[in-house]
């Protein structure tokens, strides 16, 4: 079943504040873990002392891959079960990467007793499966991005329709499709290593989307576009430029289009799923969960992330590649360029792409530099938003926490109608407003 309010550890639903969300989001700032979870603490000291932070990672090392894993989930409201997984999901090694930092045969066992029977069930799951077979062949790329528009816009409609007390045809073409790739009992993947059959229910399918999306917004960069040739954006793996050589040049990388296609799949299995929900309690007053698999059970509630306006938008991956490269242009530029061009390169990026925050903070800058103080609040504002409901940062040259500190300081001088005009003054700038207040 699917809900659209936020449970566990974010408050991001359609109406949340950005003090709402930057509440959610203040223990990850402070690194206070276990004001998120008692046990957090406990959990990362087990990955430490496994090595974790000895290890690669595409952008860093694997330690600061799971712990970002854990807080997107979490500020995107999973549950405790997904969550751990997220912190742990990799850890068994994967169809993916070599990082078995618990052996996945022996290992499972005291896994299980670290994270719990639940999460640790899932990061079994999560680990033998042929995750890229079964997100991006099986489903992502069987779906166009006119057809994925279409039925967000035909699964929204079937919903209200229900809502109205209307019966709700598993024959309508969306639902028909959606069904035939991911059946409501779900499907049979094969163990990466023995070949055996690995049985998923469709909502943990639904939640290996959704880490996808947490996985892929917290480690690319353009270095992947170079390894795979994503030179169109649409992520599709064709290249195999393997002598690429990392870091790349740290500009942003080309996945957001793909992730909007997945994060929009998942909108439709949780919509699905909530017709089904609908019919059982019209038809026999059922809650709908007496038919519930019991890996249903452990995932609880399909969660709509507010990313992709709550998953309902899909970027097209020619304007996601304008968008990225008109930022590129604007922020490289510095003084050698008009501000009213590196301002007009910048709001060109952000209406080709408004779901990452980085343009807009950049966009605050250039507002402040030329005194344009309520313009520049508002670009603060948005950008603050889209990076608290992100959890991630889209430009990985600066860590999340530091785009959401630099936005918060240029909302609280804009605010006071105040900007320094001098390098000084600039190097001077440190502390948010209300932070004192709260210690």
């Known amino acids: 079943m699917a809900t659209e309010n936020m449970n566990g550890?974010?408050?991001s639903s359609k109406g949340s504040s950005n003090e709402e969300l930057?509440?959610?989001a203040r223990p990850f700032l402070r690194g206070e873990l276990?004001?998120?979870?008692?046990?957090?603490?406990s959990l990362v000291a087990v990955l430490c002392a496994a090595g974790a932070g000895e290890c690669y990672h595409k952008h860093g090392t694997f330690l600061a891959h799971l712990m970002d894993v854990y807080r997107i989930l979490r500020l995107w409201g999973a549950?405790?079960?997904v969550a751990r997984c997220g912190l742990f999901?990799?850890?068994y090694s994967n169809s993916y990467v070599d990082l078995a930092i618990f052996h996945p045969d022996t290992g499972r066992d005291a896994v299980r007793?670290?994270?719990g029977a639940h999460a640790e069930r899932l990061v079994h799951l999560f680990c033998v499966v042929p995750r890229h077979a079964l997100i991006h062949d099986d489903l992502h790329l069987r779906y166009t991005d006119a057809e994925l528009r279409d039925h967000l816009a035909a699964s929204q409609a079937s919903l209200a329709a229900a809502r109205a007390g209307r019966s709700a045809s598993v024959d309508e073409p969306w639902r028909r499709k959606l069904r035939s790739l991911v059946p409501p009992e779900g499907v049979v993947a094969k163990h990466i290593r023995t070949g055996e059959p690995v049985k998923l229910s469709r909502r943990v399918v639904a939640v290996f989307i959704l880490m996808t999306v947490a996985d892929f917004s917290d480690q690319y960069t353009d270095y992947q576009d170079k390894l795979f040739g994503n030179d169109d954006g649409r992520l599709e793996f064709h290249g195999d430029n393997w002598g690429a050589l990392w870091?790349?040049?740290g500009k942003p990388g080309l996945w957001v289009s793909a992730m909007s296609r997945l994060a929009a799949l998942y909108n439709l299995i949780a919509r699905d799923e909530q017709l089904d929900k609908l019919t059982a309690m019209a038809s026999s007053l059922d809650d709908g969960r007496s038919n519930e698999d019991d890996?249903?059970?452990i995932v609880g509630e399909l969660v709509i992330p507010p990313v992709f306006e709550r998953c309902s938008r899909v970027l097209d991956p020619g304007e996601q590649k304008a968008a990225r490269d008109l930022y590129w242009e604007a922020i490289c530029s510095g003084g050698d360029a008009e501000a009213s061009k590196v301002e007009a390169m910048l709001r060109e990026s952000i209406a080709k792409n408004p779901f990452v925050g980085e343009p807009e903070l950049v966009l605050a800058q250039v507002l402040l530099n030329g005194g344009r103080y309520e313009e520049a609040a508002a670009a603060a504002e948005r950008g603050v938003r889209l990076l608290l409901e992100w959890g991630s940062s889209w430009d990985k040259r600066m860590s999340w926490e530091g785009w959401v500190s630099w936005g918060r300081v240029m909302g609280d001088k804009a605010k006071l109608r105040q900007w320094p005009r001098t390098a000084w003054g600039i190097i001077n700038l440190g502390l948010v407003r209300g932070v004192v207040n709260t210690n």
Do not use: Q
């Open 34 to 41: 276990g004001m998120v979870d008692p046990e957090l603490p």
């Open 22 to 24: 930057l509440a959610a």
């Open 247 to 249: 870091p790349g040049t």
């Open 89 to 91: 999901h990799s850890s």
């Open 79 to 81: 549950s405790d079960a």
């Open 295 to 297: 890996d249903d059970v």
């Open 113 to 115: 007793a670290i994270v």
């Open 9 to 11: 550890g974010g408050s």
